[in-house]
């Protein structure tokens, strides 16, 4: 091994030693890391090695630093969702927001509501004609004032034209009670899960770094005549979530 590929496999192993203490839980959100000298000693290596060892933590966003108080932990709260029963509970209420409530957070959502002609994924996984309309539901879903996740949620145009969920206000009973009303009751859902990195927009709205994975979930639901009424793209920085299921034999 030449003595570039060591000081590769340093700060690698270095950045994987920090990453671990922590996902662990050892280290909690706003925790001071050592200096570099500090760390150039620990660990006998050049200051330029724990460099890239920290440029590889913030690049993946375990790390922030400040002129006054250093390099420190960054790491908020993570939240669990259980995805399986977002679309069973008739309470009444919003289903992610009671299960945020009941985390002790305090969530919030910013909504837009645009008309669109759809991407070919969108159109394909709401089955439409060519020259079909989608509306986009987009929210910008917070807790405690951060952005957690964006949620996008199409549907069919010429099914929720002039209804509720045509509306950029919040529906507080949730919409699939809007679908409900309108005879499209979702009775099965398809769920696709997938790691990836975050796209620009992501970046921007969830002030994430670009190295951060973000949890790409999305949910087509259907009708009990297999229509489906629903597509749900959601994005989750992967640093502030646990997708949660119950699998019954």
Not at 27 to 34: F, K, M, S
Not at 128 to 140: E, I, W
Request: neutral net charge; charged residues 30%.
């Amino acid at each position: 091994m030449t003595s570039t590929q060591a000081s590769q496999a340093a700060y690698v192993r270095i950045a994987a030693e920090w990453a671990e203490r922590i996902d662990s839980g050892e280290l909690q959100h706003g925790d001071p890391l050592p200096t570099r000298d500090e760390l150039a000693a620990q660990y006998g290596v050049s200051k330029t090695v724990i460099r890239d060892a920290l440029g590889l933590l913030h690049q993946d966003g375990y790390l922030t630093s400040n002129t006054r108080r250093g390099t420190s932990v960054f790491r908020l709260k993570r939240y669990e969702l259980p995805m399986y029963v977002l679309e069973a509970d008739d309470r009444g209420r919003d289903a992610f927001n009671d299960a945020v409530e009941a985390q002790g957070g305090r969530p919030y959502q910013h909504i837009r509501v645009e008309t669109l002609v759809p991407s070919p994924e969108i159109r394909a996984g709401l089955q439409l004609d060519d020259g079909g309309l989608a509306l986009a539901r987009r929210r910008m879903r917070t807790i405690d004032g951060t952005p957690y996740c964006i949620t996008d949620s199409f549907f069919p145009y010429a099914l929720v034209q002039g209804t509720e969920i045509a509306d950029p206000t919040d529906i507080t009973r949730g919409g699939r009670h809007v679908l409900r009303e309108l005879g499209a009751e979702m009775v099965r859902h398809r769920d696709t899960i997938r790691s990836r990195r975050p796209h620009a927009r992501e970046i921007a709205d969830l002030s994430i770094s670009g190295g951060l994975p973000v949890i790409r979930h999305d949910r087509i639901s259907y009708d009990s005549s297999g229509r489906p009424v629903r597509l749900m793209a959601s994005a989750f920085p992967s640093d502030r979530w646990e997708l949660t299921y119950e699998v019954e034999k």
